[in-house]
């Protein structure tokens, strides 16, 4: 007859592993924030929120597809999620398409984009799952001053970046402070970040900011994957039913073995 020690040895590499994913799965959050010496700051993001998404998908024709292509996301499909009619998405977000079935594409010729940045900008469609919704928050609120850039600025989360702050008119402009930095140097190598001033007020308070770039956020995430929501009420519905399927199993286990010894 079988004991109970064997068990407990398989479960122990089980539980190893899951310790181990998990602490894999931390480590990038922990290395962009290391690298760009800026804490993690969490989206919380709800892709359920249709109102978020509708004000992220204005934000985002508005103020991102002018560089930036969601080549992977068709309007009409865009339309059906979010809850708004075909005239709706023609009259508000189709600016660069011709039909409701057209993808979000961009208007910029790519060597113009070259020529002006130096690199291309990358398409959106999948950027929140190859970086998270959490470092295109950060990403989008670290711009910083800085004059020895060609755009003026830097970004603490992406030192170097060829973007420019194209929402300075809403966030106005902060300088990045470091631990026993003077005002004339904006270096940030070897330096302890101890927050963001800002010196030039924008159209939004600091609140109502958050609040854009979190919609903006939601919206990326969304088309991201947008079967994620239906993927996760899925799986709800697969656990229950293997619940269940557990229990009776359990139950006919137990019948069937009650008089063995």
Same mark, same amino acid.
């Given at each position: ?7 407990? +040895? ?28 800026? !804490? ?10 249709? /109102? ?29 999620? $979010? ?14 398409? %011709? ?12 060597? @113009? /984009? ?9 398409? $959106? ?12 928050? @950060? ?18 989360? #992406? ?9 300075? +008119?809403?966030?106005?402009? *902060?300088? !990045?402070?470091?631990?026993? *930095? ?9 330096? +302890? ?31 991201? %994957? ?12 697969? #656990? ?11 139950? $006919?286990?137990? %019948? ?6």
């Amino acid at each position: 007859m079988l004991t109970k020690k064997p068990m407990r +040895k398989l479960a122990r590499p089980f539980v190893t592993a899951l310790v181990l994913s998990a602490a894999i799965l931390s480590m990038p959050a922990r290395s962009w924030a290391a690298e760009g010496h800026a !804490a993690v700051e969490k989206a919380n993001n709800d892709i359920s929120n249709t /109102a978020s998404l509708q004000r992220g998908a204005r934000n985002f024709v508005n103020y991102c597809m002018g560089c930036h292509s969601a080549r992977y996301v068709r309007y009409n499909r865009l339309g059906a999620d $979010l809850g708004l009619s075909d005239q709706q998405v023609i009259d508000n977000l189709m600016f660069n398409g %011709e039909r409701p079935s057209d993808t979000m594409k961009v208007a910029m010729p790519v060597d @113009a /984009a070259k020529r002006w940045f130096g690199t291309a900008p990358p398409d $959106l469609s999948l950027m929140s799952r190859a970086r998270g919704p959490d470092h295109i928050y @950060a990403f989008l609120k670290s711009f910083y001053i800085d004059p020895s850039r060609p755009t003026g600025v830097n970004n603490l989360v #992406l030192p170097g970046t060829a973007m420019p702050h194209v929402l300075w +008119k809403l966030q106005g402009y *902060q300088q !990045a402070k470091y631990e026993g *930095q003077s005002d004339a140097d904006h270096s940030a190598v070897h330096k +302890k970040f101890t927050g963001f001033e800002l010196v030039e007020k924008g159209t939004l308070t600091p609140q109502e900011y958050d609040q854009f770039v979190r919609d903006t956020v939601n919206f990326l995430d969304y088309i991201g %994957e947008p079967m994620q929501l239906e993927r996760r009420n899925l799986g709800m519905r697969v #656990l229950g039913f293997l619940l269940v399927f557990f229990l009776f199993a359990y139950f $006919l286990k137990k %019948e069937y073995w009650k008089d063995v010894k």
